[in-house]
């Protein structure tokens, strides 16, 4: 039995049409899938259950990639998303066991709000900071080489994370007080992301097989942005002004993923820093079949199958809204379907693989 097979309706990518379907070129023939990622733990699951990689060598540099490919495929994605390797950035972290079904080996971590590395002027100079000269884009190599001719690389990961660096290099306790007593410090850490971020963003765009630019960037919460708008506006917004500009003026859209309320700079978003699609949604802050009819009309909405949903709901519940999203997101292209934020490990895999089988069968 081949891998397309387990599913009701088999698919071809097509980056181009994926593309075009991002940038409202139109109503796609197919439903294009989209995920910032998905877990470890689900990939994992996922390719066990369906022999994926069971013949791939675990010892070849290379592997991971082409588990990526084989994954990507499986699941009727047009895409891999691939940035420079790595970017070693040192953080303040607390860990606490995974209560997850498909549990995470050594717990789940995150970052201490309360202090991060950075809170003095002599912490800033003592941070060991990347070396730009030394990053490596060896991955991005393989995949102009070996990635299949019908798929294109997403340029994104480890880069445009302006605001989540600023709450997670100070901590963001130490962040809100900073506004008010270290903005020059603040200023500092923000222009120094800048420098960085546009080192990453020049390497990914000398890669023609990279079509499209995503920043990921995390700026608020349930009922509004983590900082203030004018805060966002002064220490955020122009460096993903700067990575949109990169991105077009290489021909390539840019798209945002970003959680949390974002109201109050939606207009910003879409007139000045110019993103091209909006990436997370939650059924509580804003729900994707509403606002369609709205900035739908202006940018691409990505996602937005709200993931308590996808926890809390069984399948047939699951095929339901994914059918009443396309037969409203679906017209005139500027949707692809995916979770509301990304693939946790602690979705029920059932449900994960309802949602995109659902998305393959969707004909409108």
Not at 16 to 42: K, M, N, Q, S, Y
Not at 198 to 210: E, F, K, P
Request: glycine share 8%; proline share 4%.
């Amino acid at each position: 039995m081949t891998h397309t097979e387990e599913w009701s309706v088999p698919v071809t990518p097509d980056w181009e049409e994926f593309r075009a379907c991002i940038l409202r070129e139109g109503t796609p023939e197919r439903v294009h899938h989209i995920e910032l990622f998905l877990d470890w733990e689900v990939r994992v699951a996922i390719a066990k259950r369906f022999h994926l990689w069971d013949d791939l060598d675990p010892d070849v540099w290379e592997t991971p990639l082409r588990r990526e490919v084989r994954m990507q495929r499986f699941l009727g994605f047009d895409y891999v998303r691939q940035g420079i390797d790595a970017i070693e950035m040192p953080l303040n972290r607390t860990v606490t066991e995974d209560t997850a079904e498909i549990k995470r080996e050594g717990g789940r971590n995150y970052i201490d709000e309360t202090k991060g590395p950075i809170t003095t002027w002599e912490e800033f100079e003592a941070y060991p900071w990347p070396d730009l000269e030394a990053l490596t884009t060896r991955a991005l190599a393989w995949y102009q080489e070996n990635l299949p001719d019908d798929m294109c690389v997403i340029g994104g990961g480890g880069s445009g994370h302006f605001a989540e660096m600023l709450t997670w290099l100070m901590g963001y306790e130490a962040l809100c007080y900073a506004l008010f007593d270290q903005r020059d410090l603040v200023k500092a850490i923000a222009d120094r992301m800048m420098e960085i971020y546009t080192s990453t963003m020049t390497q990914i765009l000398q890669y023609d097989r990279v079509k499209i630019c995503w920043g990921s960037d995390d700026m608020g919460f349930k009922t509004g942005p983590m900082i203030g708008p004018d805060d966002l506006r002064e220490f955020v917004l122009p460096g993903h002004k700067r990575m949109a500009a990169m991105s077009h003026a290489a021909g390539r859209p840019y798209i945002l993923h970003s959680c949390g309320n974002l109201f109050s700079i939606y207009e910003d978003l879409i007139e000045d820093v110019e993103i091209d699609g909006k990436h997370s949604f939650e059924d509580t802050i804003e729900d994707v079949r509403e606002l369609k009819p709205n900035i739908g009309s202006r940018i691409a909405l990505l996602g937005g199958i709200d993931l308590d949903f996808m926890c809390r709901h069984d399948e047939a519940a699951i095929r339901q809204r994914v059918r009443e999203t396309l037969d409203i997101c679906q017209i005139g292209g500027g949707y692809c379907l995916g979770t509301g934020n990304s693939v946790a490990n602690y979705i029920p895999l059932e449900n994960y693989l309802a949602m995109v089988d659902e998305g393959r069968r969707y004909r409108g």
